[in-house]
């Protein structure tokens, strides 16, 4: 059973950064697309962004050019960079990972089989 946590979360101004990690029990990542979600109070869980094992990406439209996702296969994590953040990014963060049609960056919910249990981001103005 693959088991996610997240870290990195916390409080920060905006325009500042963050660096979420997401680990794994296990080296998932070198053969399990990884994503990240994110959920504020009141709304539905939306996606953030994608990788699969080969490096492709995607991005909700939000956040292009501001954040980006990358493995580290060596430390079986994915890491969320996230510049330039907005008071509208806050939310709690959801790493994600699929074992099915890992070719596809995809961003629906339902494609994800396994998720972390969330880290916290909260951006002041």
């Known amino acids: 059973q693959v088991q996610l946590v997240e870290s990195g979360g916390g409080l920060v101004q905006a325009g500042g950064s963050l660096r979420l990690s997401c680990a794994a029990s296990?080296?998932?990542?070198?053969?399990?697309?990884a994503a990240w979600f994110r959920q504020a109070p009141g709304k539905e869980r939306e996606f953030v962004a994608a990788?699969?094992?080969?490096?492709?990406?995607n991005y909700t439209d939000s956040v292009k050019g501001r954040f980006a996702i990358s493995p580290d296969n060596a430390k079986n994590t994915v890491v969320l960079q996230m510049y330039s953040l907005k008071p509208e990014d806050t939310a709690a963060y959801y790493c994600?990972?699929?074992?099915?049609?890992?070719?596809?960056?995809?961003?629906?919910?339902?494609?994800?089989?396994?998720w972390g249990g969330g880290t916290q981001v909260t951006v002041s103005s």
């Open positions: 994600a990972a699929s074992e099915r049609a890992t070719w596809l960056p995809r961003a629906a919910r339902e494609d994800y089989q396994y």
């Open positions: 296990g080296r998932i990542f070198s053969t399990h697309r």
């Open positions: 990788i699969t094992p080969s490096g492709s990406t």
